[in-house]
């Protein structure tokens, strides 16, 4: 069975700085997706950044990177230029990348706080 | 509609009793799931369908827990003589297809009490 483990339940940054969550997975397939979520108070789920497996490139989207390292099966997401608004539960996924199998794996979360 | 609807965002009852949790998709989404978030916990897969079909249920946690998209829209995760480990959040997603991203609702945060 898959599994995904987000080892750090609590990181903190000062605004305008960088932090790193970290994500690990454990997987026998090939082919798959890794994704971070991000859930406010609100409690919708948004999602930050994804990963196809077969991509060696790092994905980025704005002030969010991830580091993917297939091998060590290890996906940390980077927030450069932390902002009040990046205050959030993170949350790393997987879903196999079998057509049909559309099923998201859920770590179980790290709550980020940024410090003004 | 513009984004996934849940309704009720809040719903208490009494153990023992039945209860409903509705879920709106995006419009001309065709999968959709519901997954169960326990407190401080990340999301649980529960069920997932294509259209009406439900082709995966094998998260769903007892038989007392039913699900159903009658006309491959609208969704209604129905829970049955409620028990208090019952008590969570539960998010409904949606997405245009096989891997598109799904996009979540707001959930439904049920208390049994």
């Known amino acids: ?116 | 509609g513009a984004g996934v609807s849940q309704s009720p965002r809040y719903k208490v009852a009494k153990r023992g009793q039945d209860v409903a949790l509705r879920c709106d998709p995006i419009s001309g989404h065709v999968s959709l799931f519901w997954y169960q978030q326990a407190l401080g916990q990340g999301p649980e897969f529960l069920t997932y369908f294509q259209n009406e079909a439900q082709l995966d249920k094998s998260g769903l946690p007892s038989d007392r827990f039913f699900a159903e998209r009658p006309e491959g829209s609208v969704s209604t995760l129905k829970i049955q003589r409620t028990q208090q480990e019952d008590s969570a959040v539960y998010l409904c997603a949606s997405s245009s297809g096989w891997g598109q991203p799904q996009h979540f609702g707001d959930g439904t945060r049920l208390s049994i009490l």
Do not use: H
């Open chain 1, 1 to 116: 069975a898959q599994t995904v483990t987000q080892s750090q339940p609590e990181m903190s940054v000062q605004e305008a700085e960088t932090v790193t969550l970290s994500c690990t997975y454990d997987t026998s397939e090939s082919d798959y997706y890794l994704f971070w979520y991000k859930q406010p108070p609100s409690r919708q789920m948004i999602l930050v950044i994804r990963q196809e497996a077969y991509k060696q490139q790092n994905a980025t989207e704005n002030r969010f990177s991830v580091n993917f390292q297939k091998a060590a099966k290890s996906f940390s997401l980077k927030i450069s230029d932390s902002q009040l608004g990046d205050a959030a539960m993170y949350f790393c996924a997987y879903r196999i990348g079998i057509q049909g199998a559309q099923k998201l794996v859920f770590g179980q979360g790290t709550r980020l706080t940024i410090n003004p």
